[in-house]
């Protein structure tokens, strides 16, 4: 339900019969309890404009609206905001509808768009590490999102998996006699180490490596075979921390760093025909108004950089795949990065105006001790590693429960272990560095996707202990259960404003809080006492069912499962 934009049409209306004139209407969570439901402030603003008094105002508005429906009270508060509450019996008709609504009571978005998500993005080259292990989580999140309000959404993995070192890689796979699915590339991040002792120590190891790096590039047959064979054992390891994760990205997703190559030289030429770029000391350079370095597209050597495979990247999205919204899920430190080749993909036409570049970036995963997370030896942490670690430590958060079969003990280990990690991460508010704490992440208390996978199970105890029919309506009979249906309403203005600004966060929070008044719900209202009158007895059934289906719906879009007992 748009809760927010049904009440502006309401607050609009009023205006309008109160002869006020206002252009943008903005409604408001109320921040406590006693200020209703929602608020209006934008009162303050219009009196200014009419230099009239606010409160005033406010009173005049007031009795023009609409109080016969959705809305059941309205009052002026402080300097002239408006307080607003719902009706509860249309909350009560609102929520018994939406119990049979698969989508639990969400449209979709009014004019859906072509989007295009570039998350993930390992490196070939190396292990896929913690930096990528965020932007996969929160990338395939919004991807999720969108696609559930109703978007178009394009997955794009920008694997990197082209430049100068591949020559040393490819020399020294060749070296080793293996065929890119044997033991050496088990561990890539050993396998580089090894190739990179080989390069330092023998001068012919190293010139084979920069020959064949310039072999890969002129398309040399024996070379891009070697290549080939190497990316796809990289690759899967990926696959395999994307499938341990339960995350939608296939094959068909990749669009390599390497597939821009043979554009590249066309971006340089559009540039140049746009004085967009000069060279300067024999390099391509763009220099922009207030940056002090120059962005360089093209070496002296002629060879390409980062920046203008993006650009590349960036005229496919909008020309091609005919995105209008690009949302790069990548690492905050590389900010100044997209802010250039944004700037510079607009002012060289290669993407239109219309069309939304978006960088999401994130902070870095810290150790307890607030340092970049590492192993003890100061070595990357294998992805695989850590999310195996988590379902072991999984298992023996709820080892005591003695509620599963052995059978099933391992698929709700799994679905809570990387849970943890998933809702860990998508829990702080993105751009903030996170520390990974594991105590902390599987607590049964708390914001964390226990707490909320352990409501849904409970709500489902609950049911089994009916084990009957459940119908009726739902009947809002006091405050709390007024405060629950209305939460339970808020939920697609939640994933739309999480949508906007992609900020998964927004619907952890929001699930917190539903989570949070559902278990006070329970302990203040019985549901299966025996003195309870069977339609109370049914209509709160129905809220813990609805409550279950949305906590259900949340957790999926943020790529974590539920489970039935714990
Ligand atoms: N491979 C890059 C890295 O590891 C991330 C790629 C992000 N996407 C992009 N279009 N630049 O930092």
Redesign the pocket.
Known sequence: MKIKSELSKIIEQALKSANIQADEIVISDATKPEFGDYQFNGIMRLAKELKRNPREIASEVVEHIDTTGMVSKVEVAGPGFINIWLNNEWLAEVTTEILEDKRVGVGFVEEPKRVVV?YS???MAKQMHV??LR?TIIGDTLATLLEFLGDEVIRQN???DWGTQFGMLIAYLEEQNTDGNTQELKDLEQFYKDAKVRFDQSEAFANKAREYVVKIQSGDEHCLELWQSFINASLGHCEEVYEKLGVNLTRDDVRAESFYNDQLPQIIERLKEKNISTTSNGAECVFLEGDENPIIVQKSDGGFL?ATT?LA?LYFRANVLQAKRIC?V??AR?AQHFKQVFTIAKMAGLVGEDVSLEHIGFGTMMDKGGKPFKTRDGGVIKLVDLLDEAVVRAKDAIKDRDVHSDEELDAVAKAIGIGAVKYADLSISRESNYIFNWDKMLSFEGNTSLYMQYAYARIQSILRKHNAEVSGEIIIGDEIEHRLAVMLLKFEDTLIKASIEATPHTITSYLYDLVTLFMKFYELNPILKEDIKEDIKMSRLQLSILTGAVIKKGLEILGIEVVEKI
């Open positions: 570039d993005g390992p490196n930096g990528h932007s920008h694997i990197g980062y993006d990247a790069y990548v690492d590389q």
